[in-house]
T-cell receptor, first 111, second 114 residues
């Protein structure tokens, strides 16, 4: 599995956009970028995924660079409930491949 | 609610004992994954089952074993427990097929070994 690099922690003011970067320079052509988050010892929660195009859903947007070596997860209007550890993972989407978690980014949203 | 059910939610046991953690996947999901999360190790992948067969193995200790039953529920057995086995144990499930396969996680079992 390709490895990812994320900042250890980030802060964001409530109501502002939170931009969480991830480097995955060794990603393979058939590997997707997935983002999960874990709120205080709860089970990780799926946020979004993408292959090469930018993606948006009700939770977040995912921007993947053209060379696919990095990506950014954007929470457009962060709330206190978005305080969590965010994990960027690359995996082969088909074949129900396992998720390998790194250390993630601890996002603290403050009032 | 992810649809993945783990029991028990909390478990306290003594060193040397054996425990069984149970996971019921979402309806229709054939894959079950087990993860261990201790304070100093993050989320560690243990093992994956797919439709009753072992699919992938991570850093699972020999004292640990798992299985997936015909009704697709899974059990993680931990034996000869040590203090260092105290952790959150998560189960996740995903559906088969091509393309995007999102994994849904349960709320975990918190194991405390005393």
């Amino acid at each position: 599995d390709a490895k990812t690099t994320q900042p250890t922690s980030m802060d964001c003011a409530e109501g502002r956009a939170a931009n969480l970067p991830c480097n995955h320079s060794t990603i393979s052509g058939n590997e997707y970028v997935y983002w999960y988050r874990q709120i205080h010892s709860q089970g990780p929660q799926y946020i979004i995924h993408g292959l090469k195009n930018n993606e948006t859903n009700e939770m977040a947007s995912l921007i993947i660079t053209e060379d696919r070596k990095s990506s950014t997860l954007i929470l457009p209007h962060a709330t206190l409930r978005d305080t969590a550890v965010y994990y960027c993972i690359v995996r082969v989407s088909y074949n129900t491949d396992k998720l390998i978690f790194g250390t993630g980014t601890r996002l603290q949203v403050f009032p | 609610d992810s649809g993945v059910t783990q029991t028990p939610k909390h478990l306290i046991t003594a060193t040397g004992q054996r425990v069984t953690l149970r996971c019921s996947p979402r309806s229709g999901d054939l894959s079950v994954y087990w993860y261990q999360q201790s304070l100093d190790q993050g989320l560690q992948f243990l093992i994956q089952y797919y439709n009753g067969e072992e699919r992938a193995k991570g850093n699972i200790l020999e004292r640990f074993s798992a299985q997936q039953f015909p009704d697709l529920h899974s059990e993680l057995n931990l034996s000869s427990l040590e203090l260092g086995d105290s952790a959150l144990y998560f189960c996740a499930s995903s559906s088969p097929g091509q393309g995007h396969t999102e994994a849904f996680f349960g709320q975990g079992t918190r194991l405390t070994v005393v």
